[in-house]
């Protein structure tokens, strides 16, 4: 295995809880956040071995509803790494966290890559997201960012919320886009069993209008110069995020702090999800030693998320052994689910929608 290169933290606190979200989050508690950083110190002091890293993401929660004072301290936990020249440094923000004050000590602190949720402008999606935002002062807020010098911003989209027509779709992208970012992260609305929407059984809107609006946003995307480089991720030429293609290339990545996975010397580890256990100490909830059957199958469900698929020759390399012999790569290529060109596997764009499909047909 080639050396690990990425680290992601995980900072789970939020000002306040969207009605959908099932990630590892709590309500943002100043109490917290210095035993929070004592046992995220000593975690990555435990494992980490010193190698040079190219991408570092500090993601939530909303890492940037901490105070000035807080971030500082969590800057001083992420200068004990190595870090390479051009490393793309991510921090995940909330729109309405978005202070000059903040901006500076970020830029100041080597981040480079601002990942903005932001998910709509519409009123009425907003309220049943339980979040809030404004076009006027988010594009004030991103014009301040782009003062202080930050030249690299991703911008969160939410779509497939019940009632949200296409009209509706429609006026956010247009907003989304002009609003200039160099990437543009998309989610349709997944219904988690723990959260507000899931407990009061609101059902998905049908597949039939999901894959619209999926087709929606790829049209536009493209005609507004972005490359659909990953299933639901579309960038700006060279800005393609370094970090999720660490994920999505299958290769290893150190993860740290509640909540957080990660993938070191062959094995993919879960960290717990409760901040009562982390804090306590008791940090890992479960690891699995990847055998090299796991790792080429992983290759595949996470390659093909990339538009781009996977290179024969590279899969050769890494595992010795021939793509097209391990799985029925071939009946596929004929039927059309996946294409083949220049060496490369990936699923035919038109059916990127039904890509789960696709992978059972594989593995
Ligand atoms: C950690 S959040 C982004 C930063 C910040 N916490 C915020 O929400 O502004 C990552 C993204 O995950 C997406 N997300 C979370 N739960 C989701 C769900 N149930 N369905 C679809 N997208 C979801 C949201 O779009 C959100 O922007
Ligand atoms: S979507 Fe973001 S802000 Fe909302 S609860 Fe989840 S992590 Fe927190």
Redesign the pocket.
């Known amino acids: 295995m080639e050396k690990i290169k990425a680290v992601y933290i995980h900072i789970p606190f939020?000002n306040s809880i969207?009605s959908?979200?099932?990630?590892c989050?709590v309500v943002y508690n100043n109490d917290w956040i210095k035993p929070y950083f004592e046992i995220l110190n000593k975690e990555i002091d435990n494992a980490y071995m010193g190698e040079e890293i190219t991408t570092l993401y500090i993601?939530?929660?909303?890492p940037s509803c901490l105070s000035i004072n807080e971030l500082k301290e969590l800057f001083k936990i992420t200068d004990k790494f190595k870090k390479s020249q051009d490393i793309e440094f991510t921090m995940?923000?909330?729109?309405n966290d978005l202070e000059e004050d903040k901006l500076k000590l970020f830029y100041e602190a080597g981040v480079n890559r601002l990942?903005?949720?932001?998910?709509s402008f519409n009123p009425e999606k907003l309220q049943f997201m339980r979040?809030t935002s404004n076009f006027k002062d988010a594009k004030k807020k991103i014009e301040m960012a782009r003062k202080i010098g930050f030249k690299n911003i991703n911008l969160?989209?939410?779509y497939a919320i019940p009632h949200e027509t296409t009209k509706i779709l429609k006026n956010d992208l247009k907003k989304i886009i002009k609003l200039k970012p160099e990437h543009i992260?998309t989610?349709?609305?997944?219904?988690?069993k723990n959260?507000l929407?899931g407990l009061n059984k609101i059902k998905p809107i049908e597949e039939e209008r999901d894959a619209k609006m999926y087709d929606l946003i790829c049209h536009k995307l493209k005609k507004a110069g972005y490359i659909h480089y990953e299933i639901s991720n579309f960038a700006k030429k060279g800005y393609e995020s370094k970090h999720n293609l660490t994920y999505w290339n299958n290769l290893e990545y150190y993860g740290f702090g509640c909540g957080a996975s990660g993938f070191v010397e062959a094995i993919r580890y879960d960290n717990t999800k409760s901040l009562t256990e982390y804090l306590k100490g008791n940090i890992v909830s479960s690891k699995a030693l990847m055998s090299k059957v796991d790792n080429m199958e992983n290759e595949l469900i996470l390659g093909f998320r990339k538009t781009d698929g996977i290179s024969l020759e590279e899969f050769f390399n890494k595992y010795e052994e021939n793509m097209q012999n391990i799985f029925p790569i071939k009946p596929l290529i004929k039927n059309k689910d996946l294409i083949y060109k220049n060496g490369r596997v990936y699923i035919n764009p038109k059916k990127l929608y039904v890509m789960n499909e696709i992978l059972l047909k594989l593995i």
């Open positions: 939020c969207c959908y979200c099932d990630f989050k993601g939530g929660g909303t995940e923000c909330n729109i990942s903005i949720g932001i998910e979040r969160d989209l939410m992260s989610y349709s609305l997944m219904i988690e959260t929407v």
